[in-house]
């Protein structure tokens, strides 16, 4: 039950970080809107996704899955505040990747020096691994080039206006298609082989 607990609280701390990094990237880029909804924060509260932040997890535990998963709420951007709106919106949709890469970086360092000081496994090197793995699950998974992942934002910018304003149109079937390439095993077939080597990497390269 405790680690359970302790997985529930890293995932929403990860989630809420990947929302508030999108934040502060539109607003150092000129837009506040996150700031004045009041989502630049860690308390939990604004954050929480009825269906990303507790149907999904609560549904994972119940079946037993062997990690959690979810997401929190999008924080409300604004383009139009952006000097740049195509390149700035393209950065503001990467920091919360970047983010989730740089706390599996911190979960990994802190597993290799509890072990570096002679330290047996117990639950919280679990933690320290969960906390990375689940990092890298958000950092390949928000990256995946469908909208409205952050990756379909950073494709656009590289396409021509056209061609991204219509596939800036298939949004709406976006979790559609996301899920039915979940159920599909297709999905897992490209994201658990990229997870296993960036976990590699961190957790055991070198030991």
Known sequence: MLFIVLNVVILLFS????????GFAALKFGDPTAKMSGRLTLNPIPHIDIVGTIVLPV????????FLFGWA???PVNPLNF???KRDMMLTSLFGPL?????????ALFYRVFFLLGGKANIFTQGFVYG?????LLFCFNLIPIPPLDGSKVLMYFLPDTVAEGFRRIERFGFIIIFALFFL???GGILYPIMRFF???LLEAGT
Do not use: C, D, Q, T
Request: hydrophobic share 60%; glycine share 2%.
């Open 15 to 22: 989630v809420i970080i990947h929302e508030i990094s999108h």
């Open 185 to 187: 095993g297709i999905l």
């Open 73 to 75: 709420k999008p924080v």
């Open 99 to 107: 983010s989730n890469f740089a706390l599996a970086i911190i979960f």
């Open 132 to 136: 990375a793995a689940i990092n890298v």
């Open 199 to 201: 976990l590699y990497f």
């Open 83 to 85: 000097k740049n709106p």
């Open 59 to 66: 549904m994972l535990i119940l079946l037993r899955s062997p």
